[in-house]
């Protein structure tokens, strides 16, 4: 079945900077275009990057731009979050969900569990 | 950028009752929306998505309906497993693909 793991939360120092990663099975990961989305506690969803199937396009929230930086390895089955300039406010659950479709102007039909980043000194 | 405002932000209902949510955006996104259900302690789960299709597994109590910019997600008879946070988002537009605040059915 359609699964996605995230991995890499933790907590970290602001201005510091943490990777994230998604491991994808049970579907073609190639096929695909993948976001990330984070939930602060207590808060409502907040949508952050995809990536499409290619890894050609990528798009940003305007909140997390020119800090996050979203790759895929498909060799790997493999997504990424690279997110540096850590600042409290991106304290969030991260999840990865795979897009529908392979591009980029989609929904998300299976999301993983979250992966809990800290920012805090 | 497209905005998405769900109305109420909390529907206090009974079990057996209909309930009814409302997104509205900014400007049309035709019948490029989806809804969410996220439980606590859960990733959130497709319910709904073109507007109206259910997605692989959803009851027939929840249905979507609307074009535009005016949606509405309706649980046609609520159970004790539905009360949880409805989200919508659009995904008509390029990215930024916005999620609505959220409305929280509680008992």
């Known amino acids: 079945q359609v699964q996605v793991v995230e991995s890499g939360g933790g907590v970290v120092q602001p201005g510091r900077s943490l990777r994230l990663s998604c491991t994808a099975s049970g579907f073609t990961f190639n096929n695909f275009g993948m976001h990330w989305v984070r939930q602060a506690p207590g808060k409502g969803l907040e949508w952050v990057a995809v990536?499409?199937?290619?890894?050609?396009?990528?798009y940003y929230a305007d909140s997390v731009k020119g800090r996050f930086t979203i790759s895929r390895e498909n060799s790997k089955n493999t997504l990424y979050l690279q997110m540096n300039s850590l600042r409290p406010d991106d304290t969030a659950v991260y999840y990865c969900?795979?897009?529908?479709?392979?591009?980029?102007?989609?929904?998300?039909?299976?999301w993983g569990l979250g992966s809990l980043v800290t920012v805090s000194s | 950028e497209i905005v998405m405002t769900q109305s109420p932000a909390t529907l206090s209902v009974s079990p057996g009752d209909r309930a009814s949510l409302s997104c509205r955006a900014s400007q049309s996104v035709y019948s490029n929306l989806a809804w969410y259900q996220q439980k606590p302690g859960q990733p959130p789960r497709l319910l709904i998505y073109g507007a109206s299709t259910r997605a692989t597994g959803i009851p027939v109590r929840f249905s979507g309906s609307g074009s535009g910019t005016e949606f509405t997600l309706t649980i046609s008879s609520m159970q004790s497993e539905d009360f949880a946070v409805y989200y919508c988002?659009?995904?008509?537009?390029?990215?930024?693909?916005?999620f609505g605040g959220g409305t929280k059915v509680e008992i």
């Open positions: 969900a795979k897009g529908r479709y392979g591009g980029f102007t989609d929904y998300c039909d299976y």
């Open positions: 988002q659009q995904y008509n537009t390029r990215p930024p693909l916005a």
């Open positions: 990536i499409s199937y290619d890894g050609s396009n990528k």
